[in-house]
């Protein structure tokens, strides 16, 4: 079998899998698991052998045009370098732990057939994004991504948290998408072309007329699909969706295709020095921002969304400084311990019946009923704050090394502003990242009071995928930062003297600090009590995540944070925490620029509708209603005055006649 043949299945599986788990689910749900697992395992074994046999060499190329348009052509294509070859076994790795995970997580769930056929289209529509050579082909997939988180994020839509996130999510990517598509069609009107060889063939040849416009009109799309500032403010909510959902958009889908898109026509934004500090200045405050806003977080969950907005802007940063290697490498290593973070919580929140880190800080022997779940979360979290030898600190420090071969000149990619600022904010996020680590680990088990309620051991299906997505949270970028250049563009990824220690320093310091304080707020926790569990923390673990989302608001009147006096990021942040844990207002922001505006427009549309228009068109029936009302009353239905009526017509007629005739 071709390489080519084995690349086309590689989404096709995932998607023959999604339609027979709708067409089965309910009719025989016996087969909704199988067919659920079995796909995307099949095609994280295709996306392996199709790695190994590109190889990191020579690009893998196919087209077939799908349809003549008069102009320019659309065509299904596969571009399969070294990038999209790791990048799409990620994607099947992660959505294969995350179907495994759900069989447990959801096991008593009444809509797991059509959760798990969704997982499986959104998983097909990420690869073919990864895959595809072809602009159009790849909006299609970034577009079913977009409706399939809308549904995931809404799963529980009994709850107004789920259907208001699912909608905000749906509404503030499509934001974006509308310059995306702009920019698209402007891209391939220059170039003549959807095919991604094409265009960068023509960009290398300056032939792209606009690069600026077309660049920052992509953005805009990137920005939204990829929770970057200022469209980032749908990600923190959409966790009220069920927490392997959580993983997947996080950890391998959708948030990762903006940055792959970027990595994949970087010259394009390369061949503008304006598109490049814009991107280097969002990435900055994406990554500075969001890692505040993580610290001040009360629900575990909110954290880590935070958290990952923060980290996808250490990877736009590495490409506002021209080095797309660094970034999909720090990719491919955040996929791993982000996707196990959230899985690691999912347990903890089942353990615990409660998302809220103030009530997990007044628990005792949490990490003792959940050891799997404690000791892989530490692992990922280290890694989250770049503590070597976890994967995170090579990534990190590949992002900051190449933002450091900017500012010093042994690179002209991008501009030294890029780089500096792309090296400042990602040094204060070294920090930042440390100090919310460490409060997330110390809040979650190393809480005091009465003891949690012991529920039973996860089931296996939970604990093992926990397991296997430590081990690359571990390993993978100590073995991988000297083999992946082979892989990418050829540069390096080891990192440097400075940023090593500038970068481990400071998360050092971050960490240590956070314990600090910490230990001397911790007495606060037994004096002042809190709640916000679940009612029914014996049940399924998406029930109790769902009863806890939906408590959360009511117990301490916000969904992002707690009056809790014992939370070390409150002393930590001062008078930015109470901004900090409500994402700096930027949703109170957009209320008052768009949404009152927008309600404001529409309000007087429907008056205008109901009062000027409804108005002519009440007076245009107005007149044939009177005309008809007249003749009404001339039909009493007594024959002798229809007679009378006939006699004297005709009398008028015979008279008008004879004067006629006699011309007077």
Not at 5 to 12: D, E, G, I, S
Not at 62 to 71: D, H, K, M
Not at 404 to 428: N, S
Not at 460 to 480: E, I, K, N, R, Y
Request: proline content about 5%.
């Amino acid at each position: 079998m071709t390489t080519t043949t084995l690349a086309v299945l590689v989404p096709l599986l995932p998607f023959l899998g999604a339609v027979a788990g709708l067409l089965l689910g309910r009719t025989d749900p016996g087969f909704v698991r199988p067919l659920a697992v079995l796909p995307t395992l099949g095609a994280l074994v295709l996306a392996v052998l199709v790695a190994v046999r590109q190889g990191g060499g020579q690009a893998i190329d196919a087209a077939t045009e799908l349809t003549p348009t008069g102009s320019v052509p659309v065509e299904i294509a596969l571009h399969i370098d070294g990038f999209a070859a790791l990048v799409a076994v990620l994607v099947a790795f992660v959505a294969s732990c995350v179907q495994i995970y759900s069989t447990g997580y959801l096991r008593d769930d009444p809509r797991y057939a059509s959760y798990a056929a969704l997982v499986s289209l959104f998983t097909s529509a990420m690869l073919l994004v990864v895959y595809s050579g072809d602009l159009i082909v790849l909006l299609v997939g970034w577009e079913v991504m977009g409706i399939c988180s809308y549904f995931l994020v809404g799963h529980y839509w009994e709850t107004p948290e789920a259907r208001a996130a699912s909608l905000k999510a749906f509404l503030v990517t499509k934001l974006g998408d509308v310059p995306f598509l702009i920019g698209l069609f402007a891209l391939a009107t220059d170039a003549g072309s959807f095919r991604i060889t094409k265009i960068l063939g023509t960009v290398a040849s300056g032939g792209i007329d606009h690069p600026t416009l077309v660049a920052l009109l992509l953005l805009a799309g990137v920005a939204g699909k990829s929770a970057q500032f200022p469209l980032h403010t749908w990600l923190p909510d959409a966790m009220a969706g069920p927490t392997p959902v959580s993983a997947l958009i996080h950890a391998a889908t959708m948030v990762a295709a903006g940055v792959y898109f970027v990595a994949r026509l970087l010259p394009l934004f390369q061949a503008s020095s304006a598109a490049m500090v814009v991107l280097a200045v969002m990435a900055a405050v994406t990554m500075a921002g969001s890692a505040l806003a993580a610290l001040a977080q009360d629900d575990i969950k909110r954290v880590l969304a935070y958290s990952t907005i923060s980290q996808l802007g250490y990877m736009t940063g590495a490409l506002a400084v021209g080095d797309r290697g660094a970034a999909v490498f720090h990719l491919l290593s955040h996929g791993a311990f982000k996707a196990l973070l959230f899985l690691a919580a999912g347990v903890v929140i089942h353990a615990a019946g409660t998302n809220s880190l103030a009530a997990m800080a007044r628990m005792g022997g949490l990490r003792d009923r959940v050891p799997d779940a404690y000791w892989t979360m530490t692992v990922a979290l280290l890694s989250l704050a770049a503590i070597p030898p976890f994967s995170g600190f090579f990534s990190k420090e590949s992002v900051l090394a190449a933002a450091e071969h900017v500012t010093t000149g042994h690179t002209e990619q991008a501009p030294i502003a890029a780089g500096w600022t792309v090296l400042v904010a990602g040094l204060l996020t070294a920090l930042l990242t440390a100090a919310y680590a460490a409060r997330l680990w110390l809040l979650a088990f190393r809480g005091r009071g009465a003891e949690v309620a012991d529920h039973g051991r996860q089931p296996l299906t939970m604990t093992v995928v926990l397991w296997v997505l430590a081990v690359p949270s571990l390993a993978f970028g100590g073995l991988a930062y000297t083999s992946l250049p082979g892989w990418f563009d050829g540069g390096s990824l080891t990192p440097t003297l400075t940023t090593s220690i500038l970068g481990t320093g400071l998360a050092l310091v971050g960490g240590l600090t956070t314990y600090g304080v910490w230990q001397g707020t911790r007495a606060l926790a037994a004096d002042v009590p809190l709640g916000a569990v679940a009612a029914h923390p014996e049940g399924d673990a998406g029930l109790v995540e769902a009863e806890a989302i939906a408590g959360h608001e009511p117990a301490y009147g916000d969904v992002a944070y707690a009056p809790d006096p014992a939370d070390p990021g409150r002393l930590l942040l001062g008078p930015l925490y109470r901004h900090a844990a409500v994402g700096f207002h930027l949703d109170a922001v957009y209320d008052v620029l768009f949404v009152r505006p927008v309600q404001g427009a529409a309000s007087l549309v429907r008056f205008l509708d109901r009062e000027v228009v409804d108005t002519y068109v009440r007076g245009a029936a107005a007149l044939p209603r009177w005309l008809g009302a007249a003749v009404r009353r001339a039909q009493t239905g007594n024959v002798q005055t229809y007679v009378s009526a006939l006699l004297a017509g005709a009398v008028v007629l015979t008279v008008a006649a004879v004067l006629v005739a006699t011309g007077a």
